[in-house]
């Protein structure tokens, strides 16, 4: 007989679909960049400002929209910004110059800013303690998936449709997830109908509103815990803005392909981060499982990511072969993908009580390189007429990223009494 899949399962699914959905709103333009150069008449440097914009809000709007999502509960707050990153999303799609273009894209940042602190903290509520990392790992390589996806999918509705209608299109597809969302979550699993006791039993315990209304944010123990994580999110997501905002225009220019090849080379890239999310959870667990030590099975998954994607990285500053490369630069994209699902799980582990404050917290990091790091790649090619040159800053990074992973302690947690 096959078994049912469980409630919590069912939302997790949910919320996978929630970071396909998202990573391909937010990525959609790099496949359309050099179209809308084109068709706007802008330089590499505007282009990057119009891809740097996204991170503006979505970098300051992380801690505010984790602490929403705690205070508001995830249904309602997703429900929200889903519906505004959606619009902004179909509105890309009627830009006319760089001021249009850049005023869409932040408006995109705003609605996707508390996305991900809210959904952890929906994990953090449906998932047992010894699956963060797995659900951490699967809801991410959903957006590594839409990663993927992306180039293929929007390059066949470019060349069918034009660049305008990919924005659409999407648009219209992230209305739908919210539909969906609001129809099946509930924000205490006891609430939905379809839960029953002997999963619920499993779950961590919900707190009434009565008590969260009664758990301050301890701000300053909470800061201090998470900062490593942030900086580490910086070298991290410094690297990783490089492959989601610049990767196909740089296939497109650097070795001459036309959209169609450029997009599957891409993809092809891409998709290694959909492997490398999964397992970096998944082996995560399974060390902390075998040890019971938080902060081994976190720490070492840092250091093999980061490691591995400086290492794979090297060989863009050296060689000129599309083939080598894309391998190289998969391997590359593999191995930073590890960390993942680890950076988001950390929050989890020190503040499972305040989980939406502390990933946003967590992920400012992420933010903050999603403002520098499209609009210094561009400048630096435009500049140098170069494009190894950017990812000079990456491999340096990634390096401090390594040094760094070493001050972080999972199991220094934020226990109720400090809250």
């Given at each position: 007989?096959?078994?049912?899949?469980?409630?919590?399962?069912k939302?997790?699914?949910?919320?996978?679909?929630?970071?396909?959905?998202?990573?391909?709103?937010?990525?959609?333009?790099?496949?359309?960049?050099?179209?809308?150069?084109?068709?706007?008449?802008?330089?590499?440097?505007?282009?990057?400002?119009?891809?740097?914009?996204?991170?503006?809000?979505?970098?300051?709007?992380?801690?505010?929209?984790?602490?929403?999502?705690?205070?508001?509960?995830?249904r309602?707050?997703?429900?929200?910004?889903?519906v505004?990153?959606?619009?902004?999303?179909?509105?890309?799609?009627?830009?006319?110059?760089?001021?249009?273009?850049?005023?869409?894209?932040v408006?995109?940042?705003?609605?996707?800013?508390?996305?991900?602190?809210?959904?952890?903290?929906?994990?953090?509520?449906?998932?047992?303690?010894?699956?963060?990392?797995?659900?951490?790992?699967?809801?991410?390589?959903?957006?590594?998936?839409?990663?993927a996806?992306?180039?293929?999918?929007?390059?066949?509705?470019?060349?069918?449709l034009?660049?305008?209608?990919?924005?659409?299109?999407?648009g219209?597809?992230?209305?739908?997830?919210?539909?969906?969302?609001?129809?099946?979550?509930?924000?205490n699993?006891?609430?939905?109908?379809?839960?029953?006791?002997?999963?619920?039993?499993?779950?961590?315990?919900h707190?009434?509103?009565?008590?969260?209304?009664?758990?301050?944010?301890?701000?300053?123990?909470?800061?201090?815990?998470?900062?490593?994580?942030?900086?580490?999110?910086?070298?991290?997501?410094?690297?990783?803005?490089?492959?989601?905002?610049?990767l196909?225009?740089?296939?497109?220019?650097?070795?001459?392909?036309?959209?169609?090849?450029?997009?599957?080379?891409?993809?092809?890239?891409?998709?290694?981060?959909?492997?490398?999310?999964?397992?970096?959870?998944?082996?995560?667990?399974?060390?902390?499982?075998k040890t019971?030590?938080?902060?081994?099975?976190?720490?070492?998954?840092?250091?093999?990511?980061?490691?591995?994607?400086?290492?794979?990285?090297?060989?863009?500053?050296?060689v000129h072969?599309?083939?080598?490369?894309?391998?190289?630069?998969?391997?590359a994209?593999?191995?930073?993908?590890l960390?993942?699902?680890?950076?988001w799980?950390?929050p989890?582990?020190?503040?499972?009580?305040?989980?939406?404050?502390?990933?946003?917290?967590?992920?400012?990091?992420?933010?903050?390189?999603?403002?520098?790091?499209?609009?210094?790649?561009?400048?630096?090619?435009?500049?140098?007429?170069?494009?190894?040159?950017?990812?000079?800053?990456?491999?340096?990074?990634?390096f401090?990223?390594?040094?760094?992973?070493?001050?972080?302690?999972?199991?220094?947690k934020?226990?109720?009494?400090?809250?």
């Open positions: 007989m096959k078994k049912k899949m469980s409630v919590s399962n939302v997790l699914l949910i919320l996978c679909f929630m970071y396909f959905i998202t990573y391909i709103d937010r990525v959609n333009i790099s496949i359309a960049a050099p179209f809308m150069q084109d068709d706007l008449k802008l330089s590499a440097t505007q282009m990057g400002l119009i891809l740097s914009a996204f991170a503006y809000p979505y970098a300051f709007l992380q801690i505010f929209g984790g602490w929403a999502g705690d205070k508001l509960g995830p309602k707050t997703l429900s929200i910004v889903s505004i990153w959606a619009v902004t999303t179909a509105l890309t799609g009627a830009v006319t110059g760089v001021v249009s273009a850049v005023l869409a894209r408006g995109l940042g705003i609605g996707e800013g508390a996305a991900f602190p809210t959904a952890t903290q929906a994990m953090s509520k449906w998932l047992p303690e010894d699956k963060r990392g797995f659900g951490q790992g699967i809801t991410h390589s959903f957006s590594r998936l839409g990663n996806a992306s180039p293929p999918l929007i390059a066949f509705i470019i060349v069918a034009g660049w305008r209608a990919s924005f659409y299109i999407m219209a597809i992230s209305l739908l997830w919210t539909v969906a969302w609001l129809w099946y979550f509930r924000d699993p006891k609430d939905h109908p379809k839960m029953t006791k002997e999963e619920l039993a499993t779950l961590p315990p707190a009434t509103n009565e008590q969260k209304q009664k758990k301050s944010v301890p701000w300053k123990k909470l800061s201090k815990r998470i900062l490593p994580v942030t900086l580490v999110d910086f070298c991290y997501g410094w690297t990783l803005w490089v492959y989601l905002t610049w196909p225009s740089f296939l497109f220019t650097s070795y001459g392909l036309d959209i169609k090849s450029s997009a599957l080379f891409a993809a092809g890239i891409l998709f290694a981060g959909v492997i490398g999310d999964t397992l970096g959870g998944v082996f995560s667990d399974s060390i902390y499982r019971n030590n938080i902060k081994l099975a976190r720490r070492v998954m840092l250091v093999i990511g980061l490691s591995g994607s400086f290492i794979f990285l090297l060989p863009t500053l050296f072969d599309l083939i080598f490369i894309a391998i190289s630069m998969s391997l994209f593999f191995f930073l993908e960390c993942n699902a680890v950076l799980a950390i989890m582990d020190i503040a499972p009580e305040h989980a939406g404050v502390a990933s946003g917290m967590m992920n400012t990091g992420f933010g903050i390189a999603g403002m520098l790091s499209p609009l210094l790649f561009g400048f630096l090619i435009d500049v140098t007429g170069n494009w190894e040159v950017p990812f000079i800053a990456s491999i340096v990074l990634l401090i990223g390594i040094l760094v992973t070493f001050k972080i302690d999972p199991s220094n934020i226990t109720s009494a400090e809250s």
